[in-house]
């Protein structure tokens, strides 16, 4: 996929002599098709939030000349796809509980106890978990995490795995690299709830990558 870049155009047409029944027409018109353009060339994503006259969501055969009309690109599903993918990639296969850790307490502790780190990548957005990235709105901090009770130590080098310490940061640089002008991202250790909790009663932190739009 191309690099996604920066959407702002605007949409300037030759009006002189239309009445503004046309003029509306052409403008929607217009619109569309420099948005299908954008697309097909990897400009912009497949989700975007449009507002007509100002108001969010109207239809663009709804526009009262000369407007605007202004879509607002929405990356989230493009930026979490690929990130969590690229966490998947990075990490080692196998996983084990590291001495003085405690299994947590819980149905969902019980279901999640032997999944891999690997496979235990996960997305909050807004402090919601999500699966589904289409609703996500443009203005939420999205986290991509994982709850494995040695992600910390993979992440710091305190446990020694087929693949290089730095998870997070590498999901990171590669974050900024690729959606640098769309998007505010860092790492954080960060609390989960039901997290596992070490002998001395203290619970964990997990390494994420903090995400935000720029827009």
């Known amino acids: 996929m191309p690099r996604p870049q920066t959407f702002e155009r605007d949409l300037r047409v030759a009006t002189a002599g239309l009445d503004p029944a046309a003029i509306a027409q052409l403008l929607a018109k217009t619109a569309r098709e420099e948005i299908a353009r954008a697309q097909a060339a990897g400009e912009f994503p497949r989700q975007y939030v449009s507002s007509v ?4 969501g109207a239809s663009f055969e709804s526009v009262v000349p000369p407007g ?9 599903t493009d930026v979490l796809t690929y ?12 996983s084990a509980l590291p001495a003085g850790v405690r299994r947590r ?6 279901r999640r106890a032997h999944i891999h780190y690997r496979d235990a990548w996960f997305v909050l957005a807004n ?25 910390r130590k993979i992440e710091i080098g305190h446990q020694k795995v087929s693949v290089p310490p730095g998870v997070v940061e590498d999901l990171v640089s590669v974050l900024r690299r690729r959606y640098g002008d769309l998007i ?9 709830q039901g997290a596992w909790v070490l002998r001395d009663g203290k619970a964990i932190s997990y390494p994420a990558a903090v995400i935000t739009m720029r827009f």
């Open 68 to 76: 605007p009309i202004v879509a607002t690109a929405n990356w989230w």
């Open 105 to 110: 307490a819980g149905a969902r502790a019980t």
């Open 184 to 192: 505010a991202v860092n790492r954080k250790f960060i609390p989960l």
């Open 127 to 151: 402090g919601a978990l999500v699966t589904d990235y289409t609703g996500i709105p443009l203005d939420a901090e999205c986290i991509i995490t994982n709850d494995r009770p040695y992600a």
């Open 53 to 56: 006259n100002g108001r969010l």
């Open 83 to 94: 990130g969590v993918s690229f966490a998947q990639a990075r990490s080692p296969k196998g």
